[in-house]
């Protein structure tokens, strides 16, 4: 069973300040991903990566960074956090090698922008 | 684009009712279609998936069955629970030569009663 962990499992800060969500996987899976999770948007991609170092914009990327660095730990980082933002932030992380295209969830962060 | 629809955003039913969630899909390349599960509190997690291969996939009594007429592919279970509760997204796989991604319908809370 793959393993998806997130920290911090909640978080809240103001408008401006500075968010990093860490993910990290137990598997081995080369791929992770970034999801956030609104009422009546489902689950939105906003980055995702195929292996350490690199980093593939997603459908709603704006505002957001991330980064990759290890096979391991994947981060999303809000430098100037907006109401907008707040949300339940998915990771998730996938074996391409196996190419079921099925995703392993963590059990999500949820963070909110006063 | 790639684009997956649901459009009950919410369903309710009793126990021993018949379930049905539809879900069209838009895409250029062959579908790979999946129904993710997410009960309260929890990350998303696969219930089945269904490609051109197969045309249906079944899971813990539920069946889904893909349309390439109408695009579509929907889930059904002959008689739900209490248990079932949950919200149900369908997704696609987008192959890219960015690596592979999943995107997800809206999702469809089912709520079950006693």
């Known amino acids: 069973e793959a393993a998806v962990t997130q920290s911090p499992r909640n978080k809240v800060t103001v408008t401006g300040g500075n968010v990093t969500l860490s993910c990290r996987q137990t598997n081995s899976h080369n791929y992770m991903y970034w999801y956030r999770q609104d009422t009546g948007h489902g689950l939105r991609l906003i980055h995702y990566?195929?292996?350490?170092?690199?980093?593939q914009i997603g459908d709603v990327p704006d505002g957001y960074k991330a980064t990759r660095t290890t096979q391991e730990d994947f981060f999303l980082l809000l430098e100037l956090a907006s109401p907008s933002q707040t949300s339940l932030y998915f990771c998730?992380?996938?074996?391409?090698?196996?190419?079921?295209?099925?995703?392993?969830f963590g059990e999500g962060s949820k963070l909110t922008v006063l | 684009g790639d684009s997956v629809t649901q459009k009950q955003g919410q369903v309710t039913l009793s126990e021993d009712d018949f379930l049905f969630i539809n879900c069209t899909y838009s895409t250029t390349t062959y579908p790979t279609l999946f129904w993710y599960v997410q009960y309260p509190g929890q990350g998303p997690q696969l219930l089945l998936k269904?490609?051109?291969?197969?045309n249906k996939g079944i899971s813990r009594g539920f069946e889904a069955t893909y349309d390439k007429g109408t695009t579509s592919f929907h889930l059904q279970k002959a008689s739900v629970q209490e248990s079932d509760s949950a919200v149900y997204f369908c997704a696609l796989v987008v192959y890219g030569g960015s690596g592979n991604k999943l995107i997800f319908g809206t999702g469809t809370l089912l709520s079950v009663k006693p």
């Open positions: 269904v490609t051109t291969a197969n």
């Open positions: 990566s195929y292996g350490a170092g690199n980093l």
């Open positions: 998730a992380s996938s074996d391409a090698n196996k190419n079921t295209g099925q995703l392993y």
